[in-house]
Nanobody, 114 residues
Framework: QVKLVESGGGLVQPGGSLRLSCAAS????????MGWYRQAPGKQRELVARITVGRNTNYADSVKGRFTISRDNAKNTVYLQMTSLKPEDTAVYYCNALQERIYWGQGTQVTVSS
């Protein structure tokens, strides 16, 4: 059974930082492109960042220079380091794993507010 479990969300003040983690099981993690998506209330889910098997990365324009995605294949975990957080970063953040199939985690809430 494939499981993706996100953690690390919470409430943070504007300008603050958070690191999200997504632990995967049930897949050969090193063979999957891993991504972070987010969905704010009333909005569509959007790609935040993605990291390929070869560790190539791409980011949404809105987070470039502030967020960093990384992966640890030994721990079957993908991370999203978020800095200089803004209120508009408030959303539920989802991890996904992409190969021939797509798997999603349950999400973790990130709230940026003073």
């Amino acid at each position: 059974q494939v499981k993706l479990v996100e953690s690390g969300g919470g409430l943070v003040q504007p300008g603050g930082s958070l690191r999200l983690s997504c632990a995967a099981s049930g897949i050969i993690f090193s063979l999957y492109t891993m991504g972070w998506y987010r969905q704010a209330p009333g909005k569509q889910r959007e790609l935040v960042a993605r990291i390929t098997v070869g560790r190539n990365t791409n980011y949404a324009d809105s987070v470039k220079g502030r967020f960093t995605i990384s992966r640890d294949n030994a721990k079957n975990t993908v991370y999203l380091q978020m800095t200089s957080l803004k209120p508009e970063d408030t959303a539920v953040y989802y991890c996904n794993a992409l190969q021939e199939r797509i798997y999603w985690g349950q999400g973790t809430q990130v709230t940026v507010s003073s």
